[in-house]
C-alpha cells in the first residue's frame, strides 16, 4: 500500500511557500491550556502536598496520601535485581559512555592577573539542586533518565530528584534501574504540570530545584514555561524530528527505516528527506511503500508521514545546505559521499550524525552525546543539553589599589554621564588625592 508522503522540489515557484507551511508545525499552547495550567501551578503552590494527592488520584488512579509520593531506595534496588542481566549490561553501557562523553564538557574556573594587581576571572560552580522530569504516558523512556541524569551528575549536582507519572503508583523497572545507575538521589511519583510546579515551588516532600530539565507533553511543556524565572529550565522541546541528507550512494532501505524511527514516536513527529537524486527519492518512496506494514506502530508512522513528513529534492548541492539551515533539525544524518565535507558547510542542527553507519537511533540511547536537542528550528540558537546546563558562571573580579585608580576616573566619568552620581562618588571615594 502507497504512503502518502508530501513531495517538494525546489525547481517549482511555489516550494519556499510549501517548505515554510511544512516547518509551521510549532505546538503551541493554546489558551485553555494555558489556562488549566495555571490553575495547577497555583493548586501546587498554595497547597502543596495536598494538591499532589489529588492531582494523582485524578489522572494516575492511585492514592498517593496512602501510598506515599516518594519511591524508597530499595524499590530502586530491587528494580536492578528484576531485569534481566542483558537488560542491565545495555543500561551500564549507555551510562557508561554517556559519562565519558559529557566528561569532555567540563569546564574550570579561570582568571588572570594584571599588571596592576587587579585580578580577574570566572568561577564555576555546579547547581546545587536540579529537578529530572521523565514522560510515562504512552511509553517510558529509561534512556531520557541516562542522558538528563548523567549530564547533571558529572557537572557535579549535589541532589538530583526525577518526577514521573506513574498509571496506578507503579514505576517500570527500566526506568527505575537507570534512575539508579545514573545516580538519581529521589524519586517521586507525580507526573504532569503538577509535578512541574512541585518542583518549582517545592512542596512538603518535594524539594524545590534549581532548574528543571526533560521532556513532556503540551502541558509540561506549557508549565515549564511559565515557570522559568522562578526556576531554570533547560528548553521547551516541540515534537520530535529528523532530517536525512542523502545521495545515491546510500541504501534506501535504511533511509526508510530511519525516517520510520524517528516517525514512531507519535503522529506529531516529522521525518525529511532531502535530495539533489529524483532516482533516490523514488527508491525511497519504494521502500517507505514496502517496509511500512512490517512496522508494529505502522498506524503511527503512517499517520506522522502523511501529516508532516515530506521527500525534498533540490537542483544543487548549494541548495541542499541552504535548505537543510533553514530546516536546523533537531537530528541531522548526512549520508552523502562527501558527508564529513557537508557537515562542515552546515551550520544548524541539534545532531549531526555523519555516513551512513550513524543511525539516529544509536544517538538516542548510547553514543554518547546528549539527546535532549532543540527542536522546531531553534537549533538556529540553541544547543544540546550537556554538562554546561547543569553549572552556573560567578565573575570574579578582584580591584588592587592602583587598579582602582585608573578604572575609577573612568567609572565616574560614565556614570555622571549617565546621571547616577552615587555610583560615581562611590568611585572616586577611592581615588587618591593628585
Sequence with gaps: MNVDIKRLNSAHDSFDADLASLLNRQQASDQDVEQ????????????????????????????????????????????????????REALEFAVERVREYHQHQMQESWQYEEADGTILGQKITPLQRAGLYVPGGKATYPSSVIMIAVAAKVAGVPELIMTSPTPNG?????????????????????????????????????????????????YVATAKRQVFGRVGIDMIAGPSEV?????????????????????????????????????????????????????????????????????????????LIDVADKIAAEHLEIFTEDAEALAHEISHAGAMFIGPYSSESLGDYCAGPNHVLPTAGTARFSSPLGVYDFQKRSSIIKVSEQGAQEMGKRASILARGESLTAHARAAEYRLKDD
Excluded at 488512579?61 to 542481566?85: H, K, T, Y
Excluded at 523497572?173 to 512541574?196: C, E, T, Y
Excluded at 506529531?268 to 518512496?285: D, G, W, Y
Excluded at 503511527?300 to 548549494?318: E, F, N, S, Y
Design 36 to 87: 488549566t495550567v495555571a490553575e495547577v501551578l497555583g493548586h501546587v503552590a498554595r497547597n502543596g502536598d495536598r494538591a499532589l494527592y489529588h492531582y494523582t488520584q485524578q489522572f494516575d488512579g492511585f492514592d498517593a496520601e496512602a501510598r506515599g509520593l516518594e519511591v524508597r531506595q530499595d524499590r530502586l534496588n530491587l528494580a536492578l535485581e528484576n531485569i534481566s542481566p542483558k537488560d
Design 170 to 218: 507503579e514505576f517500570n523497572d527500566m526506568v527505575l534501574a537507570a534512575a539508579k545507575l545514573s545516580g538519581v538521589d529521589r524519586v517521586f511519583r507525580v507526573g504532569g504540570a503538577q509535578a512541574i510546579g512541585a518542583m518549582a515551588y517545592g512542596t512538603e516532600t518535594i524539594p524545590k530545584v534549581d532548574k528543571i530539565a526533560g521532556p513532556g507533553n503540551i
Design 243 to 319: 532530517l536525512v541528507v542523502a545521495d545515491d550512494s546510500v541504501e534506501p532501505d535504511w533511509i526508510a527505516m530511519d525516517l520510520f524511527a524517528q516517525a514512531e514516536h507519535d503522529e506529531l513527529a516529522q521525518s525529511i528527506l532531502l535530495t539533489n537524486s529524483e532516482l533516490l527519492a523514488e527508491r525511497v518512496q519504494q521502500s517507505i511503500d514496502r517496509l511500512l506494514s512490517t512496522m508494529e506502530r505502522a498506524d503511527i508512522i503512517r499517520a506522522a508521514l502523511k501529516d508532516h513528513g515530506a521527500i525534498i529534492v533540490t537542483q544543487t548541492r548549494q541548495q
